[in-house]
């Protein structure tokens, strides 16, 4: 009876999760049983399966709770980060909806696959344990890999699909070996009972460190950063676009959010240790981001460097590993993703008159003339993401940068700067095409009356008006990132 | 009237008529229309509440007034404006500027003219902040943000090589001002404040100071701009339109001055004592360097480029000697540089948009068919020469006597950039007013329409009123320079401690 009520209890805290399950297998039914033309339906049935969801959020207690054991952890930072995984694994599935009639791949399976991805990220944000953190990420990524070659009439998409399989798998058994080599030294897989164990002295620990440089290399191939990037461009170019834009939101957060919980929650006791490979990662972030996009001449291959660029900007604030280091990642995470959700949905418009996708540069031309709306809020989201103030996209840097300082890490922040001043240009360089360059053919009319909306709620929060929105959302990062430490 | 938050409404007014000049619905041309005359009444509005401020400003008082403060955007900054007689003055320049720039665009931009006129309204609301910023995040926001307006105008109506201009301009500025913002949060960081009025009085470790001094100066030497980092001017003003070079010159290239008089001389005294041989060195190069290249140009608007780019030097020099005289004499400077490169930058565009080229080649004997045209460039190329009666004598006089008194050698060397700069702005009006011409399209050019005549003649009275009678423009500065000058006293010149005599102690008496 006990045994029973415990399980009442820990399944009760994981509402989010047991919703999402068990909502996307009656999901998955109903599209079994009546095939693609339940497309529509079945992506506003998950829009709302993840709703509900989201509603069932404040169960958690504020002071934060265990279940099952301590596999599974629920506290404000798990709550901040799954309403950032929510909300983009919505707007990702509305936002396909265009796409997916059009490109004659309207298949059933876009929002199931999308709801499963999201369920893995949920649980990766949860996950008090090695094991559970292992199963969330191979949950998310499985779906992810089958959604990169969604459109499997392209050999484009089922490159991407191949590409990111094979490269994934790869950091997933990196991350496995390293979880292995950790439990084999310390002989736990628990985050609570590593935290307490390692101390970053002893023969021991020097074990533990090999693993944990594995498991850091696996979750950095996740958030796309230097030198586990190389999937990233190929990935994003080849996708279909929505799915881009959902790889570069979600996913992206949850798999930072897994980052700052194994480094900082599992292994706090080794920050001296960590701090040295994240201060690594994030230069040569910062640089090969910035670098790298220059010559690009393919919209989604620059955003893909960006991505990176952006990541390596946010493990700024990790490396600082103060708790205003962590506010800072926290509260990039969701402005980078409303940011990146922004760019895909105005590269998502870019489709010639004829109703073609196309993607590269030089198609956007004195694309101010004929769509002036579509090019302001293209110009936003490039000015949000090179961090020029007022826009939003200024304060995650500044916050992630005031971090730095504060923990004296000043070859960082210097580095840090100058890298966003070379990322500057190549966003520039859109702006210049958009504004500057004489008109190229026009861009079909826009199509999607809920995508022009969601477009435009994505430029007016990236734009000075969003700084509104600083206080609410740093006080709730700072909540989430004080529940880690 | 006192409760109105004057400063705010001054600020933020420009970029709601933004918002509206660019939502306004109708056709093309209903739209220009609309945006142009809105641009004009709010711009002129914006002038009328910068006179009531000045009317209503206590010049005694040293004290920020007119202060607001919203905890807004906690925990990183607040709202939180107010003004010194410093920024009172600059801000009643761009308001005077900005109506005359769009009274100057009215019918040279023809393209995309609610957009045009969004930009500078947008670029005006920037400006305002910069100088009535009270809280250090805020006046960077201002800062930088007015990069976004520039570099559209730059790119969007500018010259042939527009975008390559309006690239350098905005990396160039971008990458002074990170390093400037890294200062800051360390700053802030270290004296737990963002309020600019308390970080005045915060005595930074003398250690640090050099490191915090020298970033500030890498964001406003640029901004400036100096010897050696000054090439992105003349490019941007070159490819710029008309109304975007008096803003840049007028209003933008202050920036960097009052960026120098906010923050590098009263919050970093040491830093700046220390270092005023860089400062020194840099100034008498680029007044000499710049002179000598300004002699050369073959186009009138690099020529003023350069010749701004001098004027800024004795900007920095009068700054650095750490007198009374230096410090109101630069203010002086930047004021009547900005009236006066302004209306230069005007006449160019006059006839630039009769001939449309900018080479002094092609013009020649304008006094002849121009011969209004000729009185009002004559009375501003003497003010920039710096002729006794005009704004330019005033600042020049009150600079080279500041420099005197701290060294010889540097007002001698501006002094020789005086001499040069009657050289190449009178070689200038030669070779444009002066001869005679057999080009037809030059001799076919009409002289002054009234609304040419409307914009010059407000700043040839200004100028005239600065050079007569300078009190009005001084007074409201002399509060605010006796504080600056009070941070830096105890360190530029280390009082003097009186020898007193001492009475003789009786030996054995001292127990007593």
Redesign the interface.
């Known amino acids: 009876m006990i045994a029973l009520q415990t399980l009442y209890a820990s399944v009760h805290l994981a509402s989010v999760e047991t919703i999402l399950a068990a909502g996307v297998l009656v999901l998955l039914m109903i599209g079994v049983f009546r095939g693609d033309r339940s497309l529509v339906p079945l992506t506003w049935g998950t829009v709302a399966l993840l709703v509900l969801a989201g509603i069932h959020l404040p169960i958690v207690p504020a002071h934060g709770a265990t279940a099952f054991g301590g596999l599974y952890i629920g506290d404000a930072f798990s709550t901040f980060f799954k309403v950032i995984i929510l909300a983009g694994a919505a707007v990702s599935m509305v936002l396909a909806l265009p796409y997916l009639r059009e490109a004659a791949t309207g298949r059933f399976e876009y929002p199931i696959l999308l709801t499963l991805s999201a369920l893995g990220m949920c649980l990766m944000v949860s996950a008090g344990d090695l094991l559970t953190l292992y199963v969330g990420l191979e949950l998310q990524s499985l779906a992810a890999y089958v959604l990169a070659a969604f459109h499997r009439n392209e050999p484009r998409s089922s490159e991407a699909g191949l590409k990111y399989f094979v490269l994934g798998a790869l950091a997933s058994g990196i991350l496995l070996y390293g979880i292995s080599l950790v439990y084999g030294f310390t002989g736990t897989t628990s985050f609570t009972a590593l935290h307490g164990l390692v101390r970053g002295t002893g023969l021991a620990d020097l074990g533990t460190l090999i693993g944990l440089v594995f498991i850091l290399s696996g979750i950095a191939f996740k958030v796309s950063a230097v030198p586990f990037h190389m999937w990233t461009p190929d990935v994003y170019e080849g996708a279909p676009t929505p799915v881009a834009a959902f790889f570069a939101g979600a996913p992206k957060a949850a798999a930072m959010a897994m980052l700052l919980r194994v480094a900082v929650g599992a292994f706090g006791g080794m920050a001296a240790d960590w701090q040295q490979i994240v201060t690594f990662v994030s230069i040569a972030s910062m640089l090969l981001g910035a670098v790298g996009a220059i010559g690009q001449g393919n919209v989604k291959r620059l955003l893909a460097y960006s991505s990176i660029n952006n990541v390596g900007f946010a493990l700024i604030g990790l490396a600082a590993a103060t708790r205003e280091g962590l506010t800072g990642v926290v509260f990039y995470m969701a402005v980078y993703v409303v940011m990146t959700l922004g760019s895909f949905l105005a590269v998502l418009a870019m489709r010639t008159a004829d109703g073609r996708p196309v993607e590269t540069m030089a198609s956007l031309a004195g694309l101010?003339r004929s769509r002036?709306g579509l090019a302001a809020a293209f110009a936003v989201f490039m000015?949000s993401l090179a961090g020029?103030?007022?826009l939003l996209g200024?304060?995650p840097k500044?916050?992630v940068?005031?971090a730095a300082?504060?923990a004296h890490l000043?070859t960082l922040?210097?580095v840090g700067?100058?890298a966003?001043?070379v990322s500057?240009?190549y966003y520039?360089r859109v702006?210049?095409t958009l504004?500057?360059a004489e008109p190229a053919p026009a861009f079909a009319p826009a199509e999607s009356r809920t995508n022009t909306v969601l477009l435009g709620a994505a430029a007016i929060f990236c734009s000075p008006v969003g700084?509104?929105a600083?206080?609410p959302l740093?006080a709730a990062a700072g909540r989430a990132a004080a529940s880690l430490l | 009237m006192t409760n109105l938050p004057l400063l705010s409404v001054l600020v933020l007014l420009p970029v709601i008529a933004a918002l509206w000049v660019l939502l306004a619905p109708g056709g093309e041309d209903a739209r220009a229309a609309n945006a142009r005359v809105t641009a004009l009444v709010v711009t002129g509005l914006e002038f009328a509440l910068a006179v009531v401020l000045w009317l209503s400003f206590d010049i005694a008082s040293p004290d920020f007034q007119f202060v607001e403060r919203v905890d807004l955007f906690a925990p990183f900054l607040s709202w939180h404006l107010g003004i010194d007689g410093i920024a009172l003055m600059l801000i009643v320049l761009s308001t005077f500027l900005m109506p005359l720039c769009i009274l100057a665009s009215w019918q040279s931009i023809s393209r995309r003219v609610p957009e045009y006129m969004a930009a500078f309204l947008l670029m005006e609301t920037l400006m305002l902040g910069v100088f009535a910023a009270q809280d250090l995040f805020l006046f960077y926001l201002f800062f930088e943000g007015g990069l976004i307006p520039m570099y559209l105008i730059i790119g969007i109506w500018g010259g042939a090589r527009r975008i390559y201009a309006s690239y350098k301009f905005f990396l160039y500025t971008l990458l002074g001002s990170v390093l400037m913002l890294l200062a800051m949060i360390y700053m802030v960081s270290v004296a737990h404040t963002t309020d600019i009025r308390a970080l005045l009085t915060f005595d930074f470790d003398p250690a640090v100071q050099p490191w915090l001094w020298l970033a500030f100066f890498a964001s406003f030497a640029v901004k400036m701009p100096m010897w050696p980092v000054h090439t992105w001017l003349p490019d941007a003003h070159v490819e710029a339109p008309t109304a975007g070079s008096v803003i840049l010159a007028g209003v933008l290239l202050k920036l960097g001055g009052y960026g120098f008089v906010r923050f590098s001389l009263p919050m970093f005294p040491e830093a700046s004592v220390d270092l005023v041989w860089l400062v020194a060195v840099f100034s008498v190069v680029a007044v000499v360097y710049t002179s000598l290249v300004a002699l050369v140009q073959s186009d009138m608007k690099k020529l003023i480029a350069y010749s701004s780019v001098a004027h800024m030097a004795f900007v920095t020099a009068g700054l650095f000697v750490f007198n009374r005289q230096g410090i109101e004499g630069s203010i002086v400077m930047m004021l009547s540089h900005g009236l006066v490169s302004g209306a230069l930058f005007l006449c160019v565009g006059v006839i630039y948009d009769r001939l449309h080229t900018r080479e002094i080649a092609a013009y020649g004997g304008l006094a002849n068919t121009m011969p209004r045209y000729a009185l009002f460039f004559l009375m501003f190329t003497m003010a920039s020469i710096g002729l006794p009666g005009t704004s330019g004598f005033v600042a020049e006089f009150l600079v080279l006597l500041g420099t005197f008194s701290g060294s010889t050698w540097l007002a001698l060397g501006m002094t020789t950039g005086i001499i040069l700069g009657a050289a190449y702005m009178l070689y200038l009006y030669r070779r444009v007013v002066f001869g005679t011409t057999d080009k037809p399209d030059v001799l076919a050019m009409p002289d002054l329409s009234g609304r040419e005549l409307a914009i010059l003649l407000p700043i040839a009275l200004a100028v005239l009123w600065m050079g007569i009678y300078p009190e009005s423009f001084l007074a409201p500065l002399r509060a605010p320079t006796g504080a600056i000058l009070a941070r830096l006293h105890p360190v530029a010149a280390p009082p003097q401690v009186p020898v007193k005599p001492g009475r003789p102690v009786l030996p054995g008496s001292a127990g007593r």
Do not use: N
């Open positions: 101010s002036p000015f020029i103030p007022p200024f304060w500044f916050s940068f005031q300082i504060d000043y922040a210097i700067v100058l966003s001043v500057a240009f520039l702006i210049m504004y500057f700084m509104l600083i206080t740093v």
